[in-house]
């Protein structure tokens, strides 16, 4: 998979959690948003992964707001 990476207009994924809470940090793969969700997720909460653009309004948000939380 690495080889044939493209470069289409910012794709990337995050995690919106069961409560709809979308997480901030971006992920280029959406394989790594499942592992770290699968890692970091509460017993019994679910998730999904969402897919977004170089119109992400969550990274948009982040970017201007400056970092809160590493
Ligand atoms: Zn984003």
Same mark, same amino acid.
């Given at each position: 998979?690495?080889?044939?990476?493209?470069? *289409?207009?910012?794709?990337? &994924?995050? %995690?919106?959690?069961?409560? !709809?809470?979308?997480?901030?940090?971006?992920?280029? =793969?959406? /394989?790594?948003?499942?592992?770290?969700?699968?890692?970091?997720? *509460?017993?019994?909460?679910? &998730?999904? %992964?969402?897919?977004?653009? !170089?119109?992400?309004?969550?990274?948009?948000?982040? =970017?201007? /707001?400056?970092?809160?939380?590493?």
């Amino acid at each position: 998979m690495e080889h044939s990476r493209s470069n *289409k207009s910012e794709i990337h &994924y995050h %995690i919106r959690w069961s409560n !709809s809470l979308l997480d901030w940090k971006p992920f280029p =793969k959406k /394989e790594e948003a499942i592992e770290l969700a699968g890692r970091i997720r *509460k017993p019994n909460e679910s &998730y999904m %992964i969402v897919e977004r653009d !170089s119109e992400c309004e969550k990274c948009k948000a982040f =970017k201007s /707001e400056g970092k809160t939380s590493e």
